[in-house]
């Protein structure tokens, strides 16, 4: 299993990002995947997900201004994320776990539920 992340980079406050995550090497009858976050000094945490159903849950803080989506065709995962603050400043990471059923994981914003992860790619937001 492959995750290679994409689209980070440095935005000024207000600004827009669209990260992306290309998965390879496995096939999943169901499965969960997400967009997590780690600040230096601070825990990874949940900021998306989405299953193969198609439900999300995003986490307060990103609520009305991130938007977390999949392609099946190019088994991609995408965050677009809109009115971006200095707090978002983070690396980021996608990652994926593979279910019986989606109702295993589905909604789960927590690091552990995921067993694959891609290398990150860093988002920096200045005021």
């Known amino acids: 299993v492959q995750l290679v992340e994409s689209g980070g980079g440095s935005v000024q406050s207000g600004g827009s990002l669209r990260l992306s995550c290309a998965a390879s090497g496995y096939t999943y009858t169901g499965w969960c995947m997400g967009w997590f976050r780690q600040a230096p000094g601070k825990e990874r945490e949940g900021v998306a997900v989405i299953d193969s159903n ?60 995921y067993n694959r992860w891609g290398q990150g790619t860093q988002v920096t937001v200045s005021s």
């Open 54 to 113: 198609g439900s999300t849950k995003y986490t307060h803080s990103v609520k009305g201004r991130f938007t977390i989506s999949h392609d099946n065709a190019k088994n991609t995962l995408y965050l677009q994320m809109n009115e971006l603050k200095p707090e978002d400043t983070a690396m980021y990471y996608c990652a994926v776990v593979g279910v019986p059923s989606a109702r295993y994981c589905s909604g789960s914003l927590d690091p552990p539920t």
